[in-house]
């Protein structure tokens, strides 16, 4: 157990709609990673949340948007969903900033399902 | 390309020495990880490297860094059939981003 968690576990819903997945960091953790993995696009780097404001950003489609809040729980929304939005979506959590020079603990990851 | 290379498959037998290998693309990443994904689980770093080194050996693990060729590779001595798992390799990119590999589904038979 890395003690980050995320909710919910699995996810389907139908094109067109909007959802949003909930991550919650290990205790003492700031920063907060979003991953997407896909069959066809592997394992890819989202978005870095860093105390509260945004830090790095990956291939994010601009149908999704997250937020880190005060309590540095953390939230990816993704909306107009398509059907290859359907995939896993990791969180991930940092003591620091510096993603080179933290190690990241991984949630267990939503499964959206995209109909 | 942008992309960063595994083989797709490794299949190894209990005892033996699993070796996976990863080819990266930028040559200015300071660090270089393994991590593990167990089937419904989330990823695991298994062990990193740092790119002014050649070697780094962790209990059963060795990784081994050729920075000429970017290449990474992971060893497994004596392969537990609990070493059976998706293994990924990494780097950090500019602005911190952290590009994963395809992965190597290794699969250990007793």
């Known amino acids: 157990d890395s003690g980050v968690t995320q909710t919910p576990k699995h996810l389907i819903t139908a094109t067109g709609q909007r959802v949003t997945l909930r991550c919650s960091p290990r205790?003492?953790?700031?920063?907060v990673y979003w991953y997407q993995q896909s069959l066809d696009q592997g394992l890819q780097f989202l978005i870095q949340y860093y105390n509260g404001e945004e830090r790095a950003k990956g291939n994010i489609l601009e149908r999704f948007s997250a937020q880190q809040f005060p309590d540095l729980h953390s939230e990816l929304n993704l909306s107009s969903l398509e059907l290859g939005d359907s995939a896993l979506y990791f969180c991930?959590?940092?003591?620091?900033?510096?993603?080179?020079?933290?190690?990241?603990?991984f949630g267990p990851g939503t499964r959206l399902t995209v109909l | 390309g942008e992309d960063v290379e595994q083989s797709l498959f490794l299949s190894v037998r209990e005892g033996d020495s699993s070796v996976i290998n990863c080819t990266y693309t930028d040559s200015s990443s300071t660090y270089l990880y393994w991590y593990k994904q167990e089937p419904g689980a989330g990823l695991q770093l298994l062990t990193y490297?740092?790119?002014?080194?050649d070697m780094k050996q962790d209990q059963r693990l060795t990784v081994l860094l050729n920075k000429k060729d970017k290449h990474l590779s992971l060893r497994i001595a004596d392969t537990q059939t609990g070493d059976s798992a998706i293994y990924f390799c990494a780097e950090i990119r500019w602005f911190q981003k952290l590009v994963f590999g395809t992965g190597t589904r290794l699969l250990v038979s007793p």
């Open positions: 490297i740092f790119s002014n080194m």
């Open positions: 991930a959590s940092s003591v620091g900033g510096l993603a080179e020079d933290n190690e990241q603990f």
């Open positions: 205790s003492g953790d700031l920063s």
